[in-house]
């Protein structure tokens, strides 16, 4: 065993996905090669080159529709837009016009063709400030590696072959690579590039997989073979480590392991505060996956189900009948608890292709969320219908997102009512609105009129307060969504209406550090990604919800 020479090094980068393993490292490098020399055609090969193109997009297409529904019964639904989004790309039809003018005008092969054009579009996406274009770069990459294999008949993924328990040490992680992590059981990943917010550091997080990116060059300092001790909430790991080291460590993880024991063991039971207050802990869900997650991590409900999952991709919406079937699958398992279904929260950054969509230069203060509803009144009925239909079998509620003026809900309510009538439904469900502008935030007295309850997205209220891109690194200072700033809107509204129930379902509910702050703030619900729902219980049973 090579692993127990060589000299200690230290690593440093960013943590990603928190987390502590220790395992052999694997060095996978990059996949793509130099480019290659263009391979010339003859003229009287075009059209044979132009229908393998055809036949390669297709079947990659195909590829990509099992993939995210792979992925979204095994990892999660987020992550399969990604594929779903990768597909829309591949079709594109500026695209596919452009790798067929490079095979005509330039007497080149498919996969010559597709080599150039995707490197093309990669530099000018690459080339853009915002976070949001560089993930693009790296999906256009994805898919290049996809279609030139599919053009040479290459049908394996690098990825299978990698040891059991290894620490995969990787320049970057593309979407499709993380798919073949999810089988594998590895112990932790190391990257060179990769943020935050990247489709691969969502996989890695729903995945529960230590990982620390940003390491400064890790391909040409880490040895292939050596034993790592990854700490991925420091951000750091040891490579060929002492004896003493060792040992340490070993106790860390068994500490962990403890700790996060006793947090599942309370967590089935309610979280009371110091001053006998039970507060809720409810899920964020948006696959069957994630609410038997939750459920099993003592979840007292759904706070907030996400239904784009059912739109995506597709080419004409679900009707009523197709949505209620999804939304009793995904929910099954919190049936008997209280669940919180969000109106569909699309618009131009997720673009459903069956919509004419007016291409918008500014689609973050575009048409999202019940703004694009309101446009498209049919789509507001059917969710509605689907939730009357649910509300026979869930104790349902409604949760209208992206509510800036007061008849946002107007609208709503106003329609709920009409189909009950219809229907002759006596119990009508609870409608909340989503606090997520500061218009929302600072008119919640006339908002409160129409509906029942408030919820906190604190992801979007921040990046609305601060006008700042919460996917664009180069704002990053700006972004904080622990700001005194947000706490005082969120004290604002309660002092407003101290009556009205208040939950908070962004990403801020689920860190422990704040959530004295939220409770002083009136918050009393917090919902929370699955595996979170231990640790934030835990957090409560430590506060009380009137200090002094």
Not at 143 to 151: F, P
Not at 435 to 461: K, W
Not at 501 to 511: D, K, N, V
């Amino acid at each position: 065993m090579s692993h127990h020479r060589g000299k200690t090094l230290a690593l440093q980068g960013s943590p990603i996905s928190l987390g502590l393993a220790q395992g052999i490292i694997h060095v996978h490098r990059e996949l793509l090669g130099l480019m290659d020399a263009p391979v010339n055609i003859a003229h009287k090969q075009v059209e044979q080159e132009l229908a393998s193109l055809d036949i390669a997009t297709a079947s990659i297409t195909n590829d990509l529709v099992v993939l995210a529904t792979r992925v979204e019964k095994e990892i999660d639904t987020r992550l399969s837009e990604v594929f779903g989004s990768h597909q829309l790309m591949l079709n594109d039809p500026s695209l596919q016009q452009e790798l067929r003018k490079e095979i005509i005008d330039n007497l080149v092969s498919a996969s010559s063709a597709v080599k150039t054009v995707f490197l093309r579009w990669e530099r000018r996406f690459l080339s853009l400030e915002s976070q949001i274009a560089r993930e693009k770069g790296d999906d256009m990459q994805d898919i290049s590696v996809r279609l030139s294999n599919a053009l040479v008949g290459i049908t394996t993924h690098p990825l299978e072959e990698i040891p059991d328990g290894c620490i995969l040490a990787t320049s970057r992680l593309l979407p499709s690579d993380t798919v073949f992590l999810a089988n594998r059981p590895i112990s932790a990943v190391l990257l060179e590039y990769g943020s935050n917010i990247s489709h691969a550091a969502l996989f890695v997080r729903q995945m529960g997989l230590p990982c620390i990116s940003k390491i400064t060059d890790l391909m040409t300092t880490v040895p292939e073979g050596a034993l790592a001790l990854v700490d991925a909430e420091a951000g750091t790991a040891v490579v060929h480590p002492n004896k003493k080291q060792q040992v340490a460590f070993r106790h860390r993880i068994e500490e962990k392991a403890l700790t996060s024991r006793l947090a599942q063991e309370n967590a089935r039971r309610p979280a009371t505060t110091i001053d006998a207050v039970t507060i809720p802990v409810v899920a964020n869900v948006g696959c069957a996956n994630d609410t038997r997650l939750a459920m099993l991590n003592g979840a007292e409900g759904v706070g907030l189900y996400r239904m784009e999952q059912v739109y995506l991709g597709r080419t004409s919406p679900p009707d009523t009948a197709e949505l209620v079937a999804e939304m009793k699958l995904v929910l099954a398992a919190a049936k008997g608890h209280p669940v919180c279904v969000r109106l569909l929260d699309v618009g131009a950054d997720k673009p459903l292709p069956f919509l004419a969509f007016f291409a918008e230069s500014n689609p973050a203060l575009g048409r999202r969320g019940i703004r694009l509803l309101r446009h498209y009144p049919e789509l507001l009925r059917t969710q509605l219908q689907a939730v009357l239909e649910l509300a026979g079998e869930f104790d349902v509620h409604i949760l209208v997102p992206m509510v800036t003026l007061p008849t946002d809900v107007g609208v709503v309510k106003e329609l709920l009512l009409e189909l009950c009538a219809e229907q002759q439904l006596t119990v009508i469900p609870s409608i909340g609105a989503m606090i997520e502008t500061p218009a929302a935030a600072l008119s919640a007295r006339e908002i409160a009129e129409h509906v029942d309850f408030l919820s906190f997205g604190t992801n979007d209220l921040t990046q609305y307060t601060f006008a700042a891109d919460r996917e664009n690194a180069a704002v990053d200072l700006y972004f904080n969504d622990a700001s005194a700033v947000i706490f005082r809107l969120l004290r604002l509204v309660h002092r407003d209406l101290p009556q009205m129930p208040l939950s908070l379902c962004g990403e801020l509910a689920g860190r422990p550090e704040h959530i004295a702050k939220l409770l002083e703030c009136g918050i009393r619900t917090f919902s929370v990604a699955p595996p979170l729902i231990p640790t934030v219980k835990d957090a409560i049973r430590h506060c009380s919800c009137n200090p002094g």
